[in-house]
């Protein structure tokens, strides 16, 4: 069975902080790993999208790596701040699947001012 | 560009009826996946299809559900004689040609509860 685990499940911390949010999948076979952010009652917003080939995506103060290995992915947020606030999601396209997103149950983070 | 649009956003509706929601993927995306959110749960992935075809259905439930991409207008998921256990959010999603290459777009979801 595939699966996607996101630990921790949920992750206080001070604003200014940086932290780090941590996916792991069981499936070496992977294609590609998305990271996604949902805000209560809303949609996912697609984060960072990270290819088999590659090792890492940036975007401002968003850096997410990918260890096809080990089976891990980690999500580093810099100088986080209050709007950072939200559930985040990890979900990698593994089990032989180009197209099936399998999802950990996400981490939800609480920047507090 | 205005992304994926679902609707409705919320969907009441009583044990037994039925209920229709509704994707319209992305312009120039030909590719649309449908996932469901349980209380609780994470997202599971229900089905995938392109226009006119059901390319994987393996997430859907065997009976009551049944997914559509018409030639025309918007992806539609029917869930007929709807049961309490049904109450979840149902995403869309989209992608242009290959989802392994682009990624997806999702939509806002609908929120279904059954009462």
């Known amino acids: 069975k595939q699966e996607v685990t996101q630990i921790p499940a949920a992750l206080s911390v001070p604003e200014g902080e940086n932290l780090v949010l941590n996916c792991s999948f069981t499936?070496?076979?992977?294609?590609?790993l998305q990271w996604f952010r949902q805000d209560p009652g809303k949609g996912l917003t697609s984060l960072l999208l990270?290819?088999?080939?590659?090792r890492e995506q940036t975007s401002g103060r968003l850096n997410a790596s990918l260890d096809k290995s080990s089976g891990r992915s980690t999500l580093y947020i810099a100088a986080s701040q209050p709007g950072d606030s939200a559930t985040y999601l990890c979900?990698?396209?593994?089990?032989?699947?180009?197209?099936?997103?399998?999802f950990g149950k996400g981490t939800l983070l609480t920047v507090n001012p | 560009n205005a992304g994926v649009m679902q609707n409705p956003r919320h969907l009441v509706r009583r044990r037994g009826q039925e209920a229709r929601l509704r994707c319209s993927p992305m312009?120039?995306?030909?590719?649309v996946y449908w996932y469901r959110q349980l209380p609780e749960e994470g997202l599971k992935f229900m089905v995938y299809?392109?226009?006119?075809?059901?390319?994987?259905e393996s997430g859907m439930p065997k009976e009551r559900f049944s997914a559509e991409f018409p030639k025309e207008g918007p992806s539609i998921l029917r869930i007929q004689q709807v049961v309490r256990g049904d109450s979840a959010a149902y995403f869309c999603?989209?992608?242009?040609?290959?989802?392994?290459?682009?990624?997806?777009?999702f939509g806002s979801g609908t929120r279904l509860t059954v009462v």
């Open positions: 999603a989209s992608s242009p040609l290959r989802a392994a290459d682009y990624g997806y777009t």
């Open positions: 499936d070496s076979a992977i294609y590609n």
């Open positions: 990270i290819q088999s080939s590659q």
């Open positions: 979900a990698a396209s593994i089990g032989g699947s180009n197209y099936k997103l399998t």
């Open positions: 312009k120039g995306h030909s590719h």
């Open positions: 299809l392109q226009k006119e075809n059901i390319i994987d």
